[in-house]
């Protein structure tokens, strides 16, 4: 492979996973031109560029080389790593991202009860996923027929192609809409940063070391609040109790009032309203409650 100066990464063009990919690559400082053929994104401030493509072609063009990083659902990248142990063994998950929630899920007709996997022997199981179903069933000893289907699994039971299925599965309103019931869950998934195990060894990988501690900064700040109030430093201890997450805070001193304090913390996850009144009875007063927006340590 030619040596490039340029980093790149691939993300999904129209789906479920464009726009929070968008956001966070927005949120690391990444700001691309879009061209007209809108398949190709050069990166206006870093030397990142992006690829926009189906989100199955991104695993491959990691492997090949075409792309150095790329944001797709777990279960995609685990299944190319599966289907294809070759290449796909050079491939590594580098970061959980946090949103794309699903999981891969064997289901059921409704009326079917189920209490273990052995119950599936002998069945035709439909699925996009024949290498984590068949993964699955190796590792339970289960000897059931895989059925490919490209897509409109759900269906497949109802036409008399398959016992059960084994899909996606987000609120589970697709199952019931197709009256089928989720039995056991294979894999749980997010979006996830792939890339190679080993970072490229020109400019590519320090630009890559960059963008990771970046995106480090983002997600750990993401769902932190940093709370601050003022207290006199006998209600402290009963205070730093009641904080969410039991962060160290930092505490600053009132000019001229030497038993009163300012209380800083970063929180992780959000500060609810019960929270904070629990903190104003111990003593607490003039809370304050603000969204972080970026983290270095
Ligand atoms: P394309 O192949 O055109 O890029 P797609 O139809 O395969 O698109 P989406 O439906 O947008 O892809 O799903 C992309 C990813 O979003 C999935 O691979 C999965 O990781 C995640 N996802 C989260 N919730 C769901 C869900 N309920 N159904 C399907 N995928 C989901
Ligand atoms: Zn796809």
Known sequence: MKPRDRLRIAMQKSGRLTEPAQELLARCGLKFRQSRDKLFCFGEGE????????????????????????????????????????TGS?????????????RLSIALPQDEPYDSPQQLH?????????GLLG???????VDAKVVYLAGSVE???RLGTADAICDLVSSGATLVANQLREAAVI?????????HSVLPSDERGEIAELLLRR???????????????QASRDALPAITRL?????????????????????????????????LEDMKRAGARDMLVLPVEKMLA
């Open 187 to 195: 894999v749980e998934s997010e979006a996830v940063l792939a890339g």
């Open 47 to 86: 030397p990142v560029d992006l690829l926009l493509v189906r989100d199955d072609d991104i695993p491959g063009l990691i492997a090949e080389g075409v792309c150095d990083l790329g944001i797709v659902g777990r279960n995609v990248l685990r299944e190319f790593q599966l289907s294809n142990p070759a």
């Open 215 to 229: 995106l480090d900064g983002v997600i750990q700040v993401r769902d932190s609040r940093l709370i601050l109030m």
């Open 90 to 102: 050079g491939l590594a998950e580098l970061r959980p991202l946090g949103f794309g929630s699903c």
């Open 122 to 130: 002998g069945q035709r199981i439909a699925t996009s996923y024949p």
């Open 135 to 141: 993964d699955w069933l190796r590792s339970h000893n």
């Open 243 to 275: 904080l969410p997450g039991l962060p160290i805070p930092t505490l600053t001193q009132v000019d001229g009032a030497p038993d009163q304090v300012v209380l800083q913390a970063l929180c992780a996850g959000s500060v609810s309203w019960r929270q």
């Open 155 to 157: 269906i497949a039971p």
